[in-house]
């Protein structure tokens, strides 16, 4: 049996400040999580919170006792999955034609997509144009504008060119139109740059804000990272000002309360992410060096 070797200082010394690196990266987030299950009124003593202090869930049943963050949930997990699957069917239905090199027009049409990478209409003319399809202050305005990412369609692209093109070929000789053929066996088979571009596509939906500040306006159509914003900020709408009285009774401090908000919107991304992580490297890494 070979002896192990003894690991040299240098690598050591690599392992330590990995590890370093991993706990200054993980310590806000558990800072956050041990602040938001404290008592409120021990948890104003401020300092570090490596254990909770007094656990407690009196911040969690202060912020959902506000009907709004359950309107923002059910916004939120409506575009979510709503616009996920809308962006992955559509870009898959681009990049497949053409990933084909016998497609006449595939080159001058990459490159007029291509092209929106580096510029783009900006933020007025897009707004102007959303506002004439009378989507304002509607949900569909948080997907459909957005429904295909360039970057995204080009990792699609290129997974759908390093396929083995017998599998089209086999499809056509029985008969099959092309979309039987992506839906039924070129789909089936790239699950890999699919998790992956669902990752990414999920990501950015949970996380965007910026357009449902211009195209929101309804209280009631409100997404969890404008409620985030307002329940950081305590702004001064009629959801917050009645929260803020029954925080002054209960003697629960805002702070709490805006810790149990970050990680009240940070959960489902966080119970996602390990399903499709596996195919997360995986699926950009061959997406990006084939074809």
Do not use: C
Request: charged share 10%.
């Amino acid at each position: 049996m070979r002896k192990r070797q003894p690991v040299g200082w240098g690598l050591g010394l690599l392992y330590f400040l990995l590890s370093l690196i991993t706990a200054a990266t993980l310590y806000p987030f558990w800072h956050v999580l041990m602040y938001s299950v404290s008592d409120p009124k021990l948890a104003m003593g401020g300092g570090l919170f490596l254990l909770p202090r007094g656990f407690a869930f009196d911040s969690y049943e202060m912020l959902f006792r506000n009907s709004s963050i359950f309107h923002a949930y059910s916004n939120s997990l409506f575009r979510l999955f709503v616009g996920t699957l809308i962006n992955v069917t559509l870009t898959a239905m681009l990049a497949y034609p053409l990933s084909i090199r016998r497609f006449m027009g595939r080159t001058p049409i990459t490159l007029l997509i291509f092209f929106t990478m580096l510029f783009n209409g900006g933020m007025i003319p897009t707004y102007l144009l959303v506002n004439n399809l009378g989507l304002v202050d509607s949900l569909w305005a948080l997907i459909v504008p957005s429904a295909i990412s360039a970057w995204n369609f080009f990792i699609m692209k290129n997974y759908f060119q390093g396929l083995p093109p017998e599998l089209e070929e086999s499809a056509n000789m029985d008969g099959a139109t092309p979309l039987r053929t992506l839906f039924s066996i070129i789909l089936p088979v790239s699950m890999p740059v699919i998790a992956a571009i669902s990752l990414f596509y999920g990501v950015w939906h949970w996380n965007s804000y910026f357009d449902a500040v211009l195209y929101l306006h309804s209280q009631d159509k409100q997404i969890l990272t404008i409620f985030l914003r307002s329940m950081m900020s305590f702004s001064a709408t009629e959801s917050t000002r009645s929260m803020n009285d029954s925080m002054t009774i209960a003697n629960i401090s805002e702070e709490s309360v805006k810790m149990a908000t970050i990680i009240a919107t940070m959960l489902p991304m966080l119970l996602i992410y390990p399903f499709l992580q596996k195919y997360f490297v995986k699926g950009v890494l061959i997406g990006s060096v084939k074809g």
